[in-house]
């Protein structure tokens, strides 16, 4: 029962830090992110009327289009993830796979609703 229990704060803690260190190093990005995929699941219908082809663009212009500024956030969240665990390198392993898992599946879901909805307007 405790090592249940246990295992399920631990597995919430680490939920809570992972979103919250791709948070940190870019916020902007994935606040929306999270509008956009929110929108999606009221109505995807309509997402188009709210966020405009236009603002997706910027976006992706601002925070992914080059690797340089890519790679500006992952190594921001490596070194934070380094300070935070130092010779930990166990549990580094497992926090980074997750929180590279996480980033990429929200850009995933972010490039597929992307393409669904205006791939309709070009």
């Given at each position: 029962e405790?090592?249940?229990k246990a295992?399920?704060?631990?597995d919430k803690a680490r939920r809570a830090y992972?979103?919250?260190c791709?948070?940190?190093?870019?916020e902007a990005l994935t606040d929306f992110w999270d509008d956009f995929e929110q929108r999606v699941l009221n109505d995807m219908e309509t997402v188009s009327?709210?966020?405009s082809s236009q603002k997706v663009r910027m976006i992706c212009t601002e925070y992914l289009d080059s690797d340089k500024k890519i790679k500006k956030f992952v190594n921001g969240m490596f070194n934070r993830l380094k300070k935070h665990l130092g010779d930990n390198d166990i549990l580094f392993s497992k926090i980074w796979r997750k929180i590279?898992?996480?980033f990429c599946s929200k850009y995933k879901k972010f490039k597929a609703n992307v393409d669904k909805?205006?791939?309709q307007q070009n």
């Open positions: 405790h090592v249940s295992k399920r704060n631990y992972v979103k919250w791709v948070r940190y190093e870019c009327v709210y966020i590279a898992e996480y909805i205006y791939q």
